[in-house]
T-cell receptor, first 115, second 115 residues
Framework: DTGVSQDPRHKITKRGQNVTFRCDPISEHNRLYWYRQTLGQGPEFLTYFQNEAQLEKSRLLSDRFSAERPKGSFSTLEIQRTEQGDSAMYLC?????????????FGSGTRLTVV | AQTVTQSQPEMSVQEAETVTLSCTYDTSENNYYLFWYKQPPSRQMILVIRQEAYKQQNATENRFSVNFQKAAKSFSLKISDSQLGDTAMYFCAFKTIQGAQKLVFGQGTRLTINP
């Protein structure tokens, strides 16, 4: 297992288009997280899955954003009708179940640019 | 709600010097975890060191150590014998033991190690 994988690494899209990002967590991790990081800032929590169940959603996750984790494996994050303010790095992380003493393992992120 | 504050946006030191990065946080919880993450330029975020709030002993990982002051809600990171490869953004993060699974991050400190 090579860690958390995210695809694509970079995405440039025109305003108003829909985009979808994929995250493949570490295989034995049943928890998966999405964060958004704007330039020069710390990551902000978007949503959290335990297996296939989406258990937490941030207020940042507007109705244009949707995340899924079918079968409790990979996850997708879709942004509909993109806006320039959606330009950011989208980070995925995973962790094993139980008490999380060891933090999360992060992927390299998908950098979205909306033009 | 928990908040994490890093008051030093940027720091710069010479190679082999010791540097301390500051972090304060606000919470009403008694038990929680604190983390320092490193994000090198264009690379993924990696865990540097963690501290459980119920442990009085400060965590140490090789050249990295923390000064955890629970009453003051302070969690600073000391890097000894700094190396060029330590150049990165450093984020302090907080997580409750119970309840929400999200990490709450500070704004980050950009650390540059000069040769």
């Amino acid at each position: 297992d090579t860690g958390v994988s995210q695809d694509p690494r970079h995405k440039i899209t025109k305003r108003g288009q829909n985009v979808t990002f994929r995250c493949d967590p570490i295989s034995e991790h049943n928890r998966l997280y999405w964060y958004r990081q704007t330039l020069g800032q710390g990551p902000e929590f978007l949503t959290y899955f335990q297996n296939e169940a989406q258990l937490e959603k941030s207020r940042l996750l507007s109705d244009r954003f949707s995340a899924e984790r079918p079968k409790g494996s990979f996850s997708t994050l879709e942004i509909q009708r993109t806006e320039q303010g959606d330009s950011a790095m989208y980070l995925c992380a995973s962790s094993p179940g139980g008490v999380v003493r060891y933090g999360y393992t992060f992927g390299s992120g998908t950098r979205l640019t909306v033009v | 709600a928990q908040t994490v504050t890093q008051s030093q946006p940027e720091m710069s030191v010479q190679e082999a010097e010791t540097v301390t990065l500051s972090c304060t946080y606000d919470t009403s919880e008694n038990n929680y975890y604190l983390f320092w993450y490193k994000q090198p330029p264009s690379r993924q975020m990696i865990l540097v060191i963690r501290q459980e709030a119920y442990k009085q002993q400060n965590a140490t990982e090789n050249r990295f150590s923390v000064n955890f002051q629970k009453a003051a809600k302070s969690f600073s990171l000391k890097i000894s014998d700094s190396q060029l490869g330590d150049t990165a953004m450093y984020f302090c993060a907080f997580k409750t033991i119970q309840g929400a699974q999200k990490l709450v991050f500070g704004q980050g400190t950009r650390l540059t190690i000069n040769p």
